[in-house]
């Protein structure tokens, strides 16, 4: 456990700041004048955003020392457990406003979008730009919680086949790409999606939020 736990204090020291990284360096490609296409907007934070696919939470070399592997006679339980577990969490509107998780983050691109749209039609007005900035602030900070939100709700089959996983930092994408993943779990791919619109979506509230903050 205590292995477990080094392992992600050094991925949050690693990588904090990843995300302002991103979307600081999509800031500096677009003029503060220039009025934002969705598709174009989205193409640059698809350039930069990580891919879930060949992003390594731990590295290569370290895997064999902290990733535990499920033996044998148990991989066909635990795939079903998983599998369970991970239904639910995906499916189930287990969000403080009754939606799902893919569902919410659908709703702050929406949400987000409208935002700075209307920031760019009067980009002067300092009052009404700290309630922008307030709101979008709120929506990243709800997704910064998706590591610990899912991990809470598959905690009983980490437990049950001690995988020794805790809510965290980047903790979904290690359950995702070590435990998900590796074993072939079913819903894997809509797991895989919901953290990539994940990291979509806070980078680009963040670009908002940096672009606004230029004007208060």
């Known amino acids: 456990m205590k292995k477990i736990i080094l392992i992600f ?4 020291i690693t990588l904090s700041g990843n995300y302002r990284a991103y979307a600081k360096e999509l ?3 677009i003029d503060n004048t220039q009025v934002i296409n969705d598709k174009n907007l989205n193409s640059l934070i698809l350039n930069k955003v990580r891919d879930i696919d060949t ?5 290569k070399y370290l ?3 902290y990733i535990k592997n499920i033996p044998e006679n148990l991989i066909t339980n635990y795939q079903i457990d998983m599998a369970n577990a991970l239904k639910h969490t995906l499916k189930n509107k287990i969000t403080y406003n009754n939606k799902t998780l893919k569902q919410m983050l659908l709703d702050f691109n929406k949400e987000s979008d409208n935002i700075y749209q209307q920031y760019l039609k009067n980009k002067n007005n300092k009052k009404q730009n700290k309630i922008y900035l307030k709101n979008l602030e709120e929506m ?3 997704i910064s919680l998706y590591p610990n939100v899912i991990i809470e709700e598959i905690q009983p089959v980490i437990d049950k086949y001690d995988l020794g996983i805790e809510p965290g930092s980047e903790s979904d994408i290690f359950l995702y790409k070590y435990y998900i993943e590796k074993y072939g779990i079913k819903y894997a791919k809509e797991l895989k999606e919901l953290l990539q619109l994940k990291e979509n979506t806070f980078t680009k509230i ?3 939020q940096l672009k606004i903050s230029e004007k208060i």
Do not use: A, H, L
Request: proline residues 10%.
């Open 140 to 142: 990243n900070g709800t």
């Open 9 to 12: 204090i050094i991925i949050i």
């Open 55 to 59: 992003y390594e939470p731990v590295p």
């Open 206 to 208: 963040y670009f908002y």
């Open 63 to 65: 895997q064999d020392r």
């Open 27 to 29: 800031s500096n490609k």
